[in-house]
């Protein structure tokens, strides 16, 4: 099997070499996905077609975006991976492995963006959290190797009789329990092998079955104390008159759904993802600071993101300045 360094070298002389560089990739992504659940990749669901997704993404940005941080200072990781001249164990860090890795980065944020959007996704991913914390109390890894997926036993487990998934959801409904850490261990007992973090997570939540798919939001209780909508209305559009014509080029290129790293590459005056992340804290500041005043509220916390205000005010914006939407941006 080709070395990744040699692989991506010559990609960077030859693009037209990517293939055996992308199945690299695929079977990377593959491995350091094992364990996460579906609310860390698009649409939901951790499907071949989001894990062929996210290898294709991965490579891309490794390919074309400049990064700020450490070690490519300015420079496409595939570039800086070449003029480093650094081999492998480092290049798969930086790529897949570490917690800072381009993958990572990119499952970080279809996490953040599944987990505000969907309820179910927001239950399942807590689940998944709790079901970690009782494998690591009440259980051991079936196997040393770091290298291989992690697979769990029980601690106390004899010789048992190995079930199939269909066989071990059939008997764990029978229990009709709805206590996690019983359900973990049963359905480790009742298979009689060991099982993924990811499969136990996908099982417990179908024996629960956990909220609707789609919840209702709850009426506001506080609707009847706001302000009319105009006023508010009227509050954010005096605080986009007061942003400056780079700050609305930012929001433009947001509600546009343009990445950080489409605005790294494309926009000199943000060099990295953290003057972006300033820059987006500064301008939903403002607009809360503007909204508040209207409401006649002198001091109160945002529990939304900076991007999540950004995202509420451009449901105010946009039926006002449609041109947000277009390439150009604002006029």
Request: proline content about 6%; overall charge neutral; charged content about 25%.
């Amino acid at each position: 099997m080709a070395r990744l360094h040699d692989l991506i070298k010559q990609f960077e002389t030859d693009s037209d070499s990517a293939q055996s560089l992308l199945g690299a990739f695929h079977r990377h992504i593959r491995h350091v996905t094992s364990s996460y659940p579906d609310a860390y990749f698009e649409l939901g669901q951790r499907t071949p077609e989001a894990l062929d997704g996210l290898a294709n993404r991965t490579m891309s940005v490794c390919a074309r975006v400049k990064k700020g941080r450490f070690p490519f200072s300015g420079r496409t990781p595939f570039l800086t991976y070449v003029q480093e001249r650094l081999d492998d164990p480092p290049i798969r860090y930086h790529s897949f492995y570490a917690k800072l890795s381009i993958a990572r980065e990119l499952l970080r944020n279809d996490y953040a963006f599944n987990i505000r959007r969907n309820p179910r996704l927001r239950w399942k991913d807590k689940l998944h959290r709790q079901i970690g914390v009782i494998l690591k109390e009440d259980c051991c890894p079936a196997s040393d190797d770091p290298s291989s997926r992690r697979l769990w036993r029980s601690k106390n487990s004899g010789l048992t009789v190995v079930s199939t998934l269909d066989q071990v959801q059939q008997r764990l409904q029978a229990y009709r329990s709805e206590d996690t850490r019983v359900l973990v261990a049963q359905a480790l007992r009742i298979s009689g092998q060991p099982m993924s973090h990811s499969s136990l997570t996908n099982l417990i939540a179908d024996i629960v079955g956990g909220p609707p798919a789609n919840l209702e939001l709850e009426p506001d209780t506080q609707q009847q104390n706001l302000p009319d909508v105009f006023v508010i209305r009227q509050a954010v559009v005096d605080a986009w008159e007061d942003l400056t014509d780079d700050e609305k080029c930012l929001i433009a290129a947001l509600i546009r759904g343009q990445s950080y790293d489409d605005l790294i590459e494309t926009t000199t005056r943000f060099r990295d993802r953290g003057s972006i992340s300033r820059a987006v804290k500064r301008c939903g500041d403002q607009f809360v600071v503007k909204v508040l005043e209207a409401m006649g509220v002198t001091t109160a916390k945002p529990e939304a993101t900076p991007k999540e205000i950004i995202e509420r005010v451009a449901h105010v914006l946009l039926p006002l300045l449609p041109e947000l939407t277009q390439s150009g941006g604002p006029s």
